[in-house]
């Protein structure tokens, strides 16, 4: 049973930065693909960024292209996002996904291709 759980949520002033991270517990980390995903007030959830097995395919929503960074570390069963200049549009709860799969270079940036979800963090960001 695989299990994941975020932290490093929190409320934060425009411009600034935080650093999320998920910890995959139950099953060996480097089969799965990693994604983060958010959910605003009355918002559906949204991709944000996504990772390969193997850490070479990543993939960004443009809302966060080049202000966001996702990253993993195997030996660690962890999966981290940095976040800069935010804004108070990134305001949400994120999630972070997990899909097994075979191909190392895969990664997959739509909800329904993930088969694990975390519980969320919060993030908010005031102007």
């Known amino acids: 049973q695989v299990q994941l759980v975020e932290s490093g949520g929190g409320s934060v002033q425009t411009g600034g930065s935080l650093r999320l991270s998920c910890v995959l517990s139950?099953?060996?980390?480097?089969?799965?693909?990693m994604g983060w995903f958010r959910q605003a007030p009355g918002k559906e959830r949204e991709f944000v960024s996504a990772?390969?097995?193997?850490?070479?395919?990543?993939g960004a929503a443009d809302s966060v292209s080049g202000r966001f960074t996702i990253s993993r570390d195997n030996a660690k069963n962890t999966v981290s996002m940095q976040m800069t200049n935010l804004k108070p549009e990134d305001t949400a709860v994120y999630y972070c996904?997990?899909?097994?799969?075979?191909?190392?270079?895969?990664?997959?940036?739509?909800?329904?291709?993930?088969?694990?979800w975390g519980q969320g963090t919060q993030v908010a960001v005031s102007s």
């Open positions: 990772l390969s097995r193997s850490g070479e395919g990543t």
């Open positions: 996904a997990a899909q097994f799969t075979y191909y190392s270079g895969r990664y997959y940036s739509r909800g329904d291709e993930y088969t694990y």
């Open positions: 139950g099953r060996t980390f480097s089969s799965y693909a």
